[in-house]
């Protein structure tokens, strides 16, 4: 009896941490759903504190940024390129598996079946719980911030927990159920599955909770350390240009010394200048600066946006190769760093425009400036910076 009952709290701990997930992602898909949204500034007036609080932290501000590009709409990495469609297909084609994975085990429910191994069950005990990490895994790549990446790793030990804690169950009520987890994979079927099977974990009770908890931490430290090296090779992709104290970066293709001839045509400007030297008045102040076509606008950029734009991350085929405007910003880093170089990309938490000018790229001069947004799209929330 009272090993009945421990199954069954073990069970309910294990269900809550399961929704909890959930949970998580649900709000991870609405974070990313609502940045293109007119809601956005309402939806971040509640979701933001949470970011900030983070931010502002010596420790753990890192977790807001992005190890994969948002802004970019083109890199030197066709892999790097890929993400945010390989994450759609990832998402869509885990909601359909586990919609087809329900389907078989509610019809089997109505028709008063009692083990389902027909279909997909066939080749794998847990379908559903491997196509949500299938989608989790898209959303991921799709809105890759590392506090997402940990609420991954977090969420596939869950699953992992939850349906060992069902095998357990279903092994007592099933006699036939012992001889179907030999045939069959738990996520995957079982010659994909063999490489990536888990060592059983040794011991009971406290040593067990002790094990479980060990290999947990080191799969966020593993996370983490793939994350950087992500984040390393994808601001290496960028097109980019950098100074002692500023980052340029084009959302497109453009040589470094593209970038760098129109840094210089607007840096001699002198409203640009003087707005320049105005912000070098912050210590350590560190610029990271954009370099788009004057026919593109986004929104996580703070530029200006006349009314009724339309924001995007599509680079303009058809642009005007002569007209390019750059967006010069103050970048936030993390507390206590003074980033030079990529790291100037790698460590912004956020940005605080300071001037946006127009170049003539032919007459080599600027034709345009316009003063910071009254009200940038999404405020002073935390969004990608590249």
Known sequence: MKEHVDGTDRGRLTRGAFWASVAFYVLVAFEFFYMASPFAAYFYSVYGPGLDLLGESQTASWLVGFFLPHIAAQTKSWLVDADKVAGAILTIAGMCGFAIGAFRIYSNKLRKREMVESGVYRWIRHPQYGALMMASFGLL??????????????????????????????????????????????????????????????????????????????ALGMASFAGRAVQSHAIDSLYAHYTEDAAYFSVGKLSSREIAALAAIALADSTVAAAIRQARENEGARFLNYVLPTEMFVSEIPMRLPKGTVTGHTFPKDHDRNRYKIVFTLAHHRPGRIPNGPSIIADALNKTPIIEAWIDRQAARVVRTFPPPEKAFYGGMPVPVF
């Open 141 to 218: 790549l799709i809105w890759p911030r590392f506090l997402v990446l940990f609420g991954f790793v977090t969420i596939v030990f869950v699953y992992v927990l939850l349906s060992r804690s069902e095998e357990r169950r279903c092994t007592r009520q099933f006699a036939g159920y012992a001889d179907y987890m030999q045939r069959t994979g738990m996520f995957l079927p079982r010659a994909l599955e063999s490489p990536f099977r888990l060592v059983p974990i040794p011991g009971s009770g406290f040593l067990r909770a002790v094990s479980w908890i060990l290999l947990y931490i080191a």
